[in-house]
């Protein structure tokens, strides 16, 4: 399916943002790039590519993004595999870029696209056996770092 999104960039630097379309080209399924302002108006094929990949590749150039934080208190039985959760949540729902479990706190942070839809990803985590509790935090954050 072909998905058109807008991205905020944090670069003040016009050499980076050049770098950040040679990045993203070399992905397969990126069908169209363009800046305006600070902003990246890319269409892809999620066939082939998902935002995830997107975000993590441009974030990796340390090149900053605006994305959405949603925290949320959770009741999970029994143990939860993070990266598992990461990837199953990255492949059911395009715009899921990075999702924290705290199992301490029984809080899950979840980073995603600004548009994404926060009632599918709690639908999509209550199918997965996770019960969420409480919504905490809902923000647009800066974020710099790509994950390790």
Same mark, same amino acid.
Do not use: H, P, W
């Given at each position: 399916m072909e998905v058109t999104? !807008? !991205?905020?960039?944090? &670069?003040?630097?016009?050499?980076?943002?050049?770098?950040?379309?040679? *990045?993203? &080209? !070399? /992905?397969?399924?990126i069908l169209?790039?363009?800046?305006?302002?600070?902003? /990246?108006? $890319?269409?892809? =094929?999620?066939?082939?590519?998902?935002? &995830? =990949? $997107? *975000?993590?590749s441009i974030l990796s150039l340390g090149v900053g993004l605006i994305l959405r934080k949603v925290i949320m208190n959770v009741s999970i039985r029994g143990r939860i595999n993070p990266e598992e959760l990461e990837s199953v949540m990255g492949r059911s729902i395009d715009g899921v870029v990075n999702v924290l479990y705290d199992q301490a706190l029984s809080r899950l942070s979840i980073i995603m696209h600004p548009d994404t839809d926060v009632n599918a990803v709690i639908n999509s985590l209550i199918n997965m056996g996770i019960t969420v509790n409480e919504v905490t935090t809902d923000e647009l954050t800066q974020v710099l770092m790509a994950r390790s």
């Open positions: 999104r !807008v !991205v905020r960039v944090q &670069s003040n630097c016009r050499e980076c943002l050049d770098l950040v379309i040679k *990045a993203l &080209s !070399v /992905l397969s399924g169209l790039m363009k800046f305006f302002d600070d902003e /990246l108006v $890319i269409t892809y =094929d999620t066939n082939n590519v998902n935002f &995830s =990949d $997107i *975000a993590q």
